[in-house]
């Protein structure tokens, strides 16, 4: 039988097939909308040599659609993190311990709500908050507490927070001092990706043109003097959270990241000063080949983004880095061990997908924070996919499969197409500005909501394969008076500090916010002279005002 016509007929009998099951006759689809065929052929991945030299290359080359590194993880595993915090710096700390005693590679801090947008515990706006979703961070007390006893010069640490970003870092940089461990010993990352919560999360403080001269200030400052922290961690992973479908996610992101790019270039830095340190976060979903591809697609976009449409010549510059955390928002309360399940799935398409770091989600996390015992079986996942299944021997195992880059072309084609309405929009901000961003995530949420009322789209447990009776599972417990103690510590801190030197070191950067001066310097005084996160960051607003969104 002729090629062709053999071909026509394994497509026919995949059709066939579809039709004598009837109850799988839905148009499949990924979840951004994007039609699986039944056979993926040839025809639909990479047809000649002088294609595979432009869309995959070799790992750790240009386009790095295949990986980052040459010898990915042969030559060296991904970063296991736990993302941790709640309560107090104490009691986040004998976590941190925990983790690090049972194989964890790197810390990832969570922070409570009000340490996110600048208020100290004992503000009125902190009432009720307090340690509840992270850990409380009032001071460079607080921060000196959270770190006892780790060794930062030997353990990369990961920080969520980004509207007082600056505040947490210069924190971080004091405490080293404090251990003796100078800043260009330091190595992690702060997320510092205030565009992404316009559209996404809401922690924001100030409006977008002074918070994104405080991302360029870090960028300036710590490419001189904290050459190995990675200053911002562009965020996908909340778009993804707040409803988006993976395309969007991608393209949302990536056009946030060329924003801020264009902000530290306006500001007079070289394009190869600052964009190796610049890095990524993305949600690992549910639909298993759409991530692995959206990954890839990922890494394609952004080389060609920084070399042709920025001039970027430095490899680390055209290289896309990233750390997944798998899927908070697929996680269900119904049958919670079900998500045990859930998350080694999603951590596996990280690995494939070529992730740098990873973060594995509880099980019980769709009810309360993770307990140790939930948290051990989440980090034992990610070693148990490293060590045992055999997924990182080979480095990028599904490319060259049909239906992986046909997917990767579709998801690149698709993201392109959104970063261009962006483009044609005047850029990220004035996309957030407009709302464009906010609507179509709220659109996409809507229509998969929908799906799974209508069964459309199954979750298991949820609305198919329900118990009638479900046990309740042990939950973690935090202390109801953690706003009471904290409030105490700040009480004594102020009482022992030097509070004329504070006073000094305050009006000193509300001075430098008022003009053009990079504002770490004075940061990191107000930090070492013990002044409150609150206080710094009042200080500012009280320079740059507060956002208020519209309703868009």
């Given at each position: 039988m002729p090629d062709h016509d053999r071909k026509q007929d394994g497509l026919n009998k995949a059709e066939r097939s579809t039709e004598r099951h009837p109850q799988r006759q839905a148009k499949f689809s990924t979840s951004s909308g994007l039609e699986v065929k039944p056979l993926y052929t040839p025809e639909d991945g990479i047809e000649s040599e002088a294609e595979y030299e432009q869309k995959l290359g070799y790992p750790g080359e240009y386009p790095y659609t295949r990986g980052v590194q040459p010898t990915m993880y042969r030559g060296r595993l991904w970063t296991m993190r736990q993302y941790a915090g709640f309560g107090?710096?104490?009691?986040?700390?004998?976590?941190?311990?925990?983790?690090?005693?049972?194989?964890?590679?790197?810390?990832?801090?969570?922070?409570?709500l009000p340490?996110?947008?600048?208020?100290?515990?004992?503000?009125?706006?902190?009432?009720?908050?307090?340690?509840?979703?992270?850990?409380a961070i009032d001071s460079l007390e607080d921060m000196e507490a959270l770190l006892a006893g780790i060794p930062l010069d030997r353990v990369s640490t990961s920080m969520t927070i980004n509207a007082s970003a600056i505040v947490l870092l210069a924190m971080y940089i004091v405490a080293a001092e404090k251990q003796g461990i100078s800043a260009n010993q330091l190595s992690g990352t702060i997320q510092n990706d205030i565009l992404k919560e316009y559209v996404a999360r809401g922690t924001y403080i100030y409006p977008p043109k002074p918070s994104m001269r405080l991302i360029t200030d870090i960028f300036a400052y710590c490419s001189k003097k904290v050459p190995n922290w990675n200053t911002i961690s562009i965020s996908g992973y909340h778009i993804r959270e707040a409803g988006s479908t993976a395309v969007q996610e991608i393209a949302f992101t990536l056009s946030n990241a060329i924003a801020y790019v264009t902000a530290a270039l306006e500001q007079g830095l070289a394009i190869d000063q600052f964009a190796p340190r610049l890095s990524f976060f993305f949600n690992a979903h549910n639909h298993f080949f759409e991530e692995i591809a959206k990954f890839r697609a990922a890494r394609r976009i952004w080389s060609h983004v920084m070399r042709e449409r920025f001039g970027a010549k430095d490899p680390k510059s055209l290289a896309l880095r990233f750390h997944t955390q798998t899927a908070g928002s697929?996680?269900?309360?119904?049958?919670?061990?079900n998500n045990i399940?859930?998350?080694?799935?999603?951590?596996?398409?990280?690995?494939?997908?070529?992730?740098?770091?990873?973060?594995?989600?509880?099980?019980?996390?769709?009810l309360a924070l993770p307990t140790e015992e939930s948290a051990r079986i989440a980090l034992r996942t990610q070693q148990i996919i490293a060590y045992e299944s055999g997924a990182a021997d080979a480095i990028d195992p599904l490319g060259g499969s049909y239906y992986i880059e046909a997917l990767t072309d579709e998801i690149e084609r698709a993201a392109r197409e959104y970063m261009d309405q962006i483009d044609q929009l005047g850029?990220?901000?004035?996309?957030?500005?407009?709302?464009?961003?906010q609507r179509e995530i709220h659109a996409a949420a809507y229509e998969e909501q929908r799906a799974i009322e209508a069964g459309r789209r199954i979750v298991v447990g949820v609305n198919k394969f329900q118990l009638e009776n479900e046990p309740t599972p042990h939950l973690m417990r935090l202390n109801p008076k953690l706003g009471e103690i904290q409030t105490v510590k700040l009480a004594r801190l102020r009482a022992a500090r030097d509070q004329s030197a504070v006073d000094a070191v305050l009006q000193q950067l509300e001075q430098?916010?008022?003009?053009?001066?990079?504002m770490m310097p004075y940061i990191l005084d107000a930090v070492r002279a013990y002044a409150t996160l609150g206080?710094?960051?009042?200080?500012?607003?009280?320079?740059?005002?507060?956002?208020r969104p519209s309703n868009f």
């Open positions: 107090s710096a104490e009691e986040t700390n004998e976590r941190f311990r925990f983790l690090l005693a049972q194989g964890q590679t790197g810390l990832s801090v969570a922070f409570d340490t996110q947008i600048g208020y100290d515990s004992d503000d009125l706006m902190a009432a009720g908050e307090v340690g509840k979703v992270g850990v697929t996680l269900t309360a119904q049958q919670p061990d399940v859930r998350v080694a799935l999603q951590a596996l398409m990280a690995v494939l997908g070529g992730t740098q770091s990873l973060h594995t989600n509880g099980r019980d996390e769709a850029g990220a901000v004035e996309a957030i500005e407009q709302g464009f961003m430098a916010a008022q003009g053009t001066e990079n206080e710094i960051c009042n200080t500012l607003r009280g320079v740059f005002g507060e956002y």
